[in-house]
């Protein structure tokens, strides 16, 4: 949008608000105000970064799965979490950015990745618990994404849900399994319960009077409802669930108030969220190090694909060696230049 | 056959989290997971999945010694790989096609898996072309990776009890296949011996290489300290 007058932006606006007063969705072409592509951008490529990083504490444990089924369980589901990091960068590419772009920003810490992944996984309960606490506060948080008012953004978010809601409810199977399992699988089902609760709770973000982007994101209804909400809505739905996993909720405070009709609890710690944001949890340098260093490691992997594309592209090569090299299934990495989907 | 695809599995395992780029993320896990998927019904087959992956000692372990090599770097696995699944996209091949060959069950499992192995074989096709073609590091990367790991790639035509294919035929057709491939990614055929007296049939007759002992450690330490514990 260069040469925009002052008239010509007044009505752009005009049309933009009223799309979203509409509850109409807004599609790449479409023109929106730059804080709004700025925001969007943002919150899309954390949200893509959290699903990179998220992997790695899972996959801590697949070389250690305890039966084959399991594994295959987490195998699965790390696949999907790489999947859902590349539908999430595409759709942060409608809005001008690059795959390229928003990774250097994450490895160099411009960018951020959700709070939780800079927890350890300890023992192999931390897996089940990560799939029913932390997919199902990412549930929590995603669903009323699907009717964010960016079209690619809502769109990526009904796939992602779908798979989402499969992983929580096999790690609540998993940690159902070790509840009623020996006497040492319960114990160890309870301690991952009780280390990972408070940091779910902290995933909807700091208390509504604190969080700086929030009225805008409502006004724009990327966001639809308050992080104090989602978070409320969360705790309704675990107690009942902890209840029937026969596994206890590390909070005195817990009870239930007729009043309200909903779950009271105790207070959040903020300074520790605070500390993991500015980098300090147990796990930020570690997951930040390994995700460098698999970038670093593979770019004479990249350069060799980009090269070889390079080669068999030029018109002088023919055909028949470009159509031999595009079969197959369409996931051979080639560093972004675009012949995958060519 | 099922310890060849559950150990091959578990070492791709190792690169979740780890790969050159988030295609490729997707695409070893589901390789992985394909593995494991023909792993647990071939171990079905002779017992309990479970039982047999982690309650055996490294000796009792049949898989062949190619598919317990450490990951190496991305060529390496990208080598052991065109090896492995070219390999196994002939032998199920000619299981699915002549039921004779081995069981019933067997054929079956085959005919299913024939399909994944293609595109496995299909993945590392491409991937020895770009690496072979590509850069000067990755060319040398590449030749490196297809030399060190040639050495185990005669044991993968032993006999193996149970299944009646003519062995030689298949090896000529494995390198029949791999010699085109490394040719059209401008890589030398390796020229080294493929059996030598320390290694013929032994991972088939329970004798690895160190590394697999560290890798059988890691798999099986949880299951074995819950010893009778469901999960």
Known sequence: MTA?????????????????????????????????????????????HSEIIGMQPEANWITRAPSLRRKAILMAKVQDEAGHGLYLYSAAETLGTSREELLDKLHSGRQKYSSIFNYPTLTWADVGAIGWLVDGAAITNQVP???????????AMVRV?????????????????LSRGTPDQHAMAQD????WWWPSLMMFGPPDDQSAHSAQSMAWKIKRHSNDELRQRFVDICVPQAESLGLTLPDPDLRWNEER?????????????????KGNGPCNEQRITQRRRAHEEGAWVREAAAAYAAKHTAPQHGTAQNDTARTGTGQLGTGGNGEATA | MGDDALVLSQRLGEWAGHAPVLEEEVALANIALDLLGQARVLLSLVGDEDELAFLREERAFRNVQLVEQPNGDFAHTIARQLYFSTYQRLLYGRLAAAPETGSADLTALAAKAVKE???HQDHAGQWTLRLGDGTAESRTRMQTACDALWRFTGELFLPVEGLDTDWAELESDWLTSVSAVLARAGLTVPDGPRLTAWSAGA??????????????????????????ATW
């Open chain 1, 161 to 177: 849900c779908k798979e989402e809601s499969f992983h929580q409810r096999q790690g609540y199977e998993a940690l159902l399994a």
């Open chain 1, 261 to 277: 009709g909903h779950y009271d609890f105790g207070p959040i710690d903020w300074s520790e969220f605070q500390q993991i944001l």
């Open chain 2, 117 to 119: 192995v293609a595109y």
């Open chain 1, 145 to 155: 994404l699907c009717r964010c008012s960016y079209g690619p953004y809502a769109r």
């Open chain 2, 203 to 228: 991972g088939r007759q329970g004798v690895h290489t160190e590394p697999f002992g560290r890798m059988l450690a890691e798999m099986q330490h949880l299951h074995r300290s819950h010893p009778g």
């Open chain 1, 4 to 48: 925009v007058t002052a008239d010509s932006q007044q009505a752009y606006e005009t049309v933009f608000d009223a799309a979203i007063a509409a509850d109409e969705r807004i599609e790449p072409r479409d023109w929106m105000p730059d804080a709004y592509r700025a925001t969007l951008v943002r919150q899309i490529a954390q949200h893509a």
């Open chain 1, 192 to 195: 991952a319960v009780d280390r």
